[in-house]
């Protein structure tokens, strides 16, 4: 395996490691090397139509204030899990670590999984597809879920799955999973 194929099964499996030990950390993060490219690109056909969007350019004045006001240290992955952990204390990723390294890249499976008060579990299906420049700094994350999955979620955090933009649903978690909540 080339250097470049075992960082980015490092990478992987940062991620993955995150989100599988989530509850007992009660912090996401994806590690140092997880890093992206200035001009990085993010879709996912359930987000903004369905468009590429440079990630930088997802920050508006009014998601910038958010991150401010409720994500003060910066720390935005654990403000969005919290905001899951009010309907799902256990949520989390509950499938094996599956990727495939590559030299462009890699592509990574997840189910995550919570229990509702009621007991009803809720499985969410993730695809990732994460391409990386000659520095290893990720330039494009494309990722796909179920939306027979991802609607039940987006239903039970408020909001709707129509015209859904990544703004919308970050200033959301923002709100949401804020310690200052």
């Known amino acids: 395996m080339s250097d470049r194929v075992a960082k980015h099964r490092r990478i992987a499996h ?71 952990w009010k309907h799902m204390p256990d949520f989390r990723i509950v499938t094996p670590f599956d990727c495939t390294a590559a030299e462009w890249g890699f592509a990574l499976r997840d189910t995550y999984a919570g229990t509702l008060a009621d007991g009803t579990v809720l499985e969410l299906h993730e695809w990732d597809y994460i391409w990386t420049n000659e520095e290893g700094h990720i330039t494009r994350w494309d990722w796909f879920v179920d939306s027979r999955e991802w609607y039940p979620c987006l239903d039970l955090i408020g909001l709707d799955p129509n015209g859904l933009t990544y703004q919308a649903y970050t200033l959301n978690f923002l709100r949401e999973g804020s310690i200052a909540a």
Do not use: H
């Open 14 to 84: 940062a991620k993955w490691e995150a989100y599988a030990k989530a509850p007992e950390s009660g912090k996401i993060s994806y590690g140092d090397e997880w890093i992206y490219a200035p001009d990085a690109v993010m879709m996912c056909p359930l987000f903004n139509d369905g468009a590429d969007n440079v990630m930088a350019d997802l920050a508006s004045d009014e998601l910038l204030a958010a991150m401010q006001k409720f994500a003060p240290d910066g720390d935005m992955l654990t403000c969005e899990f919290r905001m899951w």
